[in-house]
């Protein structure tokens, strides 16, 4: 079919207008490779379709990877919203390698830099998150060196620092919700123990409001021993432990 016109469409993109007004869209690259130039027509559509596709796939993987760094499981999973052939995913994933687009110790660093400056994520968070994302061990450990145990020690002092700024719960609550919060975020129990332990202060008032407020609840169905019974229980339970 002849080819009537180009129109430039992007940086290496043109519509390419037949001669019955149809039009698609091709890459400069297939443009070239067929010489559709110099023909001014076109004699094989589905082969150059076909090609054109994959100029197209690894085009959205680039500027999927310009919005920021991606790992690889991250580019495959996305390839396969817009095909199901696996060749054809693994040979855009070894061009952008090629390419170095796509760079396993790159990305770890980034990822890793990220967290450390951005958030209070603890190393065991940030490897498992790495490794669920497909990418070696060993590279993830070499860049996780940058938490020496000096640096954990000042994101676990300055997470509980700001939380009993804020805290409400009796001491016993306040130290357990503070155990799970950092293993959760990613540091090792006995890290965590050693500054948790240290921290003590007086919640006599936090427990005598809950005495007022237990006592009124329960008035109206015990009184006298049996009364003080269920509210020493309820406070055991609500974790005030003196």
Known sequence: MKIKKYIKQGLNKYKVVLEDNTSIVLYEDIILKYELL???????????LKENNKYELYDKCLNYLNKKLRSESEIKKYLQKYTSNQLEIDNIINKLKENNYLNNKLYIKSYINDKFYLTLEGPMKIKK????LGLPENDIL???TIFNQEIIKERIEKYLTKQERINKKNLYTFKNKMLLN?????YLKEDIMSYLDN?????????EKEYTKLKLKYSKKYSGY?????IKRKLYEKGYRD
């Open 38 to 48: 110099l023909k001014k027509e076109i004699s094989n559509l589905d082969i150059i």
């Open 129 to 132: 998150d790495l490794i669920n």
């Open 142 to 144: 070499d860049e996780l």
């Open 182 to 186: 950092l293993l959760n975020l990613g």
């Open 199 to 207: 921290i003590s202060f007086d919640d006599t008032s936090l427990k």
């Open 226 to 230: 049996e009364l003080e019974q269920v």
